[in-house]
């Protein structure tokens, strides 16, 4: 397993993850500035949620950096291939590399990778046999945030803000 940086050069890839960047962004500031800090001054909330908040959001954000970054297994220009393993290996007819049967080209990277699931523009980066746990790694962490802000939101709507009208 190779932990060569890799970077693909993608104008949709980019984009992507822009947009992904900024709305990170904008749910790091803009969520605890409305829903955590105030409730945690009234006392509503413990200062456990407000870093584990903040713990989850760093986690998502690492581990898509290290998934777009991570080679996905990328073959060598000039692979050895073991005399006894020959008939395992096939020849790729876009770009005229030995490659193991399990390996597919990727038209948006240029190359063949080892076991390759599919090119993910929100990583932009393939999937593949070096970084699809990478990958699943930043699977889990979106939903453990999305989850954590989804109950965030609707204990903000329908908890604390009725709680706020009948102390008036």
């Known amino acids: 397993m190779g932990q060569r940086i890799h970077f693909v050069v993608d104008p949709q890839g980019w984009c992507c993850m822009g947009l992904i960047i900024f709305v990170w962004l904008y749910n790091t500031i803009f969520?605890?500035?409305v829903i955590l800090f105030p409730h945690?001054?009234?006392?509503?909330?413990?200062?456990?949620?407000v870093l584990c908040y903040y713990f989850c959001s760093l986690f998502c954000i690492a581990s898509l950096f290290r998934a777009s970054v991570a080679d996905p297994g990328k073959l060598p220009e000039n692979p050895k291939i073991p005399i006894t393993e020959l008939?395992?290996?096939e020849l790729c007819n876009k770009c005229n590399m030995m490659r193991p049967k399990r390996s597919h080209h990727c038209s948006r990277c240029g190359h063949c990778v080892r076991r390759m699931d599919h090119h993910c523009p929100w990583i932009n980066n393939c999937v593949g046999e070096d970084n699809h746990w990478l990958f699943l790694q930043l699977c889990f962490y979106t939903?453990?945030?999305?989850s954590y802000t989804l109950i965030l939101d609707f204990c903000h709507y329908y908890y604390f803000l009725p709680l706020k009208k009948e102390n008036w």
């Open 31 to 33: 969520i605890p500035k």
């Open 143 to 146: 939903q453990i945030l999305s």
């Open 40 to 49: 945690y001054e009234e006392g509503n909330i413990s200062v456990m949620a």
């Open 87 to 89: 008939e395992h290996w």
